[in-house]
């Protein structure tokens, strides 16, 4: 089932004096099945970030719209939006955006208290989401006071806790160290597992190799995709590279 439909999205940045425009997306055509997990791909400057942000309702194309679960972000106020992201996106950044004078249980938390959740609620969505994260005795500590695998794992919880129907992460991996690295690509294999849509944004051929699908963007444009299918991550893996090596030097596809 659909979940996330882009249609003919372009992006035009117009620099500083209006002299000259930067197309950062053209006419990019995307659908996202429910449950899926998506990674996107790409030299620096190719687009994908600037997609992600126009997917997260952070920024609004130039032309075409987004559809969640066939409603148009173009019909969504802008006084609303806030509430639109709260509700139904979920966010994983590169450097974990937790606030360092909160416990890792109020970071978690804060969303809800954003959408004045009864405590009663709060209280029991956060013991399941901290037990699934191996965070629970760590609620009462600070950020300052974990390490950083563990400060990534909250910010998961705190994108989790909504239960949103898109779960966005931005090159979630890049501030961990290899063995931090593996466990949060082994939870987020887990929450797709158990139904999640994730969408992640990444350099990493091995972040990536834990996705079922890997989209490919060159000069704003979705230059390729491949499927895991029934392929395990060392293979899956291996067909990345590839395809990353004909991206950087102008070719096509590799099956």
Known sequence: MELLRLEQITRIFNTRLGLKQCVALKNIG????????VAIMGPSGSGKSTLLNIIASLDKPTSGDVYLQGKSFRAIKDRDL??????????VFQDFNLLDTFSLRDNILLPLVLAKTPPAEMEARLEPVAEKLDI????????????????????VGRAIITRPKLLLADEPTGALDSRASARLLKLFAALNGQGHTLLMVTHSALAASHAGRVL??????????????ESPNRSFYERIVMNLSVLEEGGERVV
């Open 30 to 37: 995307l659908e996202v099945g429910q449950g899926e997990f």
């Open 82 to 91: 806030f509430a639109f992201r709260r509700d139904n996106l979920g966010f």
């Open 136 to 155: 629970t005795g760590l609620l009462h500590k600070f950020p300052c006071e974990v390490s950083g695998g563990e400060r990534q794992r909250a910010a």
């Open 216 to 229: 490919f963007i060159r000069d704003g444009m979705i230059h390729s995709q491949i499927y895991r299918g």
